[in-house]
């Protein structure tokens, strides 16, 4: 059964995306992500892919993305990690720019800026 109006729209969809990460944009894959993640010089772990199922759950899940609560909600979701701070370590250029970039997202306006939220 679809599970979004995207999947009604152009059906086999869900057939493309990585069993792993349900929320992912169309066309992105776990390797594209690897290539990018070596290109960024970045540390593959469990915690990275977590952040990043939770970037593509968020923009999956609202239709207009607003930077401030996209913050807070990472932020909220690892809480019980050190909120946004745990994810300044597992993004040093940013958990929204350089997540989102890893994602296969498109930032939201301000953040495309590698110096938005970065503690390089």
Known sequence: MADSPE????PGISASRETDFPHAPRGWTRSS?????DEEGLEVSDDLWQAVRALQEYFDKHAVINTRELHDALGEKFHSRGGIRFLYIVFPGGPIAQGCRIAGLRSPAGVIDKGFGSVQ
């Open 33 to 37: 992500a690897q290539a990018r993640i």
């Open 7 to 10: 999947e009604i729209l152009n």
